[in-house]
């Protein structure tokens, strides 16, 4: 009766129903196929018309296809366990002759057709390993060989176990961990080693043919070596042919990304500084550390991903040996650590800001780990300077930044400045001193020719002394006195910021940096409020609230409202005291008086701002 059901659906149905699969096709067609596919799925036996397509490879078009995998996945998924034995078995055979098909075809499936017919080996390996399919990979394995269709199915099925067993973005029940744990430790037991030797395999004789099969195969064992024994992926044979193919363009990246797998991998830190130690001279031998010399951004992009997390094991593997008390085996990780500071700077300073920023996170901990030594070394102190230089540097604007229409771009662009700025805060706590004289170094020799010099340079000359404010504690520069003989490097500055005209710069970037600066530092105008007059001014003429741009005005509107409400009680004195020199002094009668707009016939710079009386 079951097989009547199936040839009835089959002969009467399935021509018509799977006309609406075609994505051109019209609604009547495509509600057509959804009854039809909800009726394979909840059919106890009719699914198997499916399973008969695919084996005999029945159906050319690709949407066909994909919907019989569809149905055949919903059966394993969701109904597995309900099916009989001889079913089950159906399934197992169904998938090894679909496969046995794809070995034959002069030409692949489409990459859907293949991603989902993975899905479904994944699917049925982890409902069958443990019980009813033990041999799935060797079955897999003796049945494709080196043939490339095959490899590529083989593949992407090892990828969609990783998705459906390893991944720890997924979500899984309490069962499901359990079972996945055991999946993992029946495959370290019966199949690992057989699995890495196929992937060396495969990676020796695709890497000049294939790059696509050998670039699938390097994110295999990236994938994998996370939970498997690293000894056999970190040994001469392995790791001399992935450093092979850092010299082929089309595999390197690819090379890069699975060279950063294995470093991550957990280990004994005396085992993992051998690692890196070992990995880096051949690197460096192999000429890859000549950064300035490597056109390639996106490769570039890669190793400096690669190094980061080659100095971030160091760095974790030091701090391991010193909690440990290994003394011997610390001072050896921290010279390796050491030796890897030049190739951090190339990476840190290169104009993109991609490549940049992947080497942040090894630069932050690399600054951690100085500051927890008792006294730095000269060239540690060197390092830390360099490292000072480079932020500077990449915290500048580039000429394509567009400042009236920002985009995805200057969004990252300030996403990355960001990341500079942590750099600069850690810098601070390792040495506040060295960072307080590079700051004012650039920013004394930046405001002596301001009139000449670039935006962007104006800009980060002023940007560093607002940041300095977070970065600083107040025992090492970020305080005001009123003893000009005990005055602080910033309230220097800040003296020099306010008084030199930098604050009629005409671009957008240099003036809201320095009304931002200028309300970040209010109190420094409590020890000098003779600088006040000067500022209002900034505020209330063309360099703020007058400015031509309407995104200045709203800014330096907000800002005016913060300078001047929350310190009034605190200046008033002060404010009184400094206007009587500077305006009519008749005009004054109150210093929580509301400001008139700046008028068109006003001709004096003192003349634009009226103070009146008021009781507000």
Not at 368 to 394: F, G
Not at 529 to 552: E, T, Y
Not at 577 to 586: D, E, I, L, N, V
Request: aromatic share 10%; glycine share 4%.
């Amino acid at each position: 009766m079951a097989c009547q059901s199936v040839q009835y659906i089959a002969a009467i149905m399935d021509e018509q129903a799977l006309l609406g699969l075609n994505p051109n096709a019209d609604a009547r067609y495509r509600q057509r196929a959804m009854a039809y596919f909800e009726q394979l799925k909840e059919s106890q036996d009719a699914w198997e018309v499916c399973a008969d397509a695919l084996a005999k490879g029945i159906y050319n078009d690709d949407h066909v296809k994909f919907f019989l995998f569809q149905v055949l996945e919903h059966q394993i998924k969701y109904r597995h366990d309900a099916l009989s034995g001889p079913q089950q078995q159906l399934i197992r055979e169904t998938l090894m002759k679909w496969l046995q098909g794809q070995l034959m075809n002069s030409q692949p499936e489409k990459p859907f057709i293949r991603n989902k017919a993975a899905q479904v080996f994944a699917l049925t390996f982890v409902m069958e390993y443990l019980t009813l399919w033990p041999k799935f990979f060797f079955d897999i394995l003796s049945l494709v060989g080196l043939n490339p269709n095959g490899v590529d199915v083989y593949l992407r099925t090892l990828m969609a176990i990783d998705a459906e067993v390893v991944d720890r973005d997924t979500l899984h029940s309490t069962e499901d961990t359990r079972r996945n744990t055991l999946i993992k430790d029946t495959m370290r037991e019966q199949c690992i080693p057989n699995l890495v030797e196929s992937w060396f395999q495969i990676l020796q004789a695709y890497q000049q043919t294939q790059p696509e099969i050998t670039c699938q195969c390097l994110e295999v064992v990236g994938s994998y070596v996370s939970w498997i024994d690293l000894n056999l992926i970190a040994n001469d044979r392995f790791v001399n042919l992935l450093l092979s193919q850092m010299s082929v363009e089309e595999l390197r990246e690819e090379a890069c990304d699975c060279l950063f797998e294995i470093v991550n991998k957990g280990m004994d830190p005396v085992d993992k500084t051998k690692l890196v130690e070992s990995l880096c001279q051949v690197l460096q031998s192999a000429g890859f550390f000549h950064v300035e010399q490597e056109e390639d951004v996106d490769f570039l992009a890669k190793f400096s991903r690669l190094v980061n997390g080659m100095g971030q094991s160091l760095v974790l593997s030091w701090t391991k040996l010193v909690k440990a008390g290994d003394v011997k085996a610390a001072n050896d990780t921290l010279q390796a650590l050491e030796g890897k500071v030049p190739l951090l700077l190339q990476l840190l300073v290169h104009a993109d800001d991609d490549i940049s920023a992947n080497i942040v996170a090894f630069c932050y901990d690399y600054l951690h780990v100085l500051k927890q030594l008792p006294q730095l070394t000269d060239q540690q102190k060197a390092n830390i300077e360099a490292i000072m230089l480079a932020i500077m540097k990449k915290l500048t604007y580039d000429d394509e930044y567009n400042f009236d229409n920002e985009g995805e771009d200057e969004a990252m662009f300030v996403e990355y400045r960001k990341q500079l700025k942590m750099l600069l805060d850690r810098l601070a706590q390792v040495s506040p001193d060295l960072l307080l004289e590079a700051v004012r170094r650039v920013f004394n020799n930046t405001m002596q020719s301001w009139q000449t010099a670039s935006f962007m340079e104006v800009e980060v000359a002023v940007r560093l002394v607002y940041m300095l404010g977070e970065a600083l504690p107040a025992s090492h520069g970020a305080h005001f006195t009123g003893d000009a003989t005990k005055a602080s490097v910033l309230q220097e500055m800040m003296r020099t910021l306010v008084s030199c005209g930098v604050s009629g710069y005409q671009h957008t970037s240099v003036s809201l940096e320095f009304f931002e600066t200028v309300v970040r530092y209010e109190k420094f105008f409590l020890v000098e409020p003779h600088h006040i007059p000067l500022v209002l001014v900034a505020f209330l003429d063309q360099r703020g609230l007058r400015h031509g741009s309407p995104k200045v005005r709203s800014r330096v509107a907000y800002l005016f409202s913060r300078f001047f409400r929350n310190y009034a009680s605190k200046l008033q004195l002060k404010l009184e005291s400094a206007f009587s020199r500077h305006f009519y002094p008749k005009r004054l009668t109150s210093v929580n008086a509301h400001i008139d707009p700046p008028t068109a016939e006003s001709t004096m710079p003192g003349d634009s701002q009226l103070v009146r009386s008021s009781q507000g």
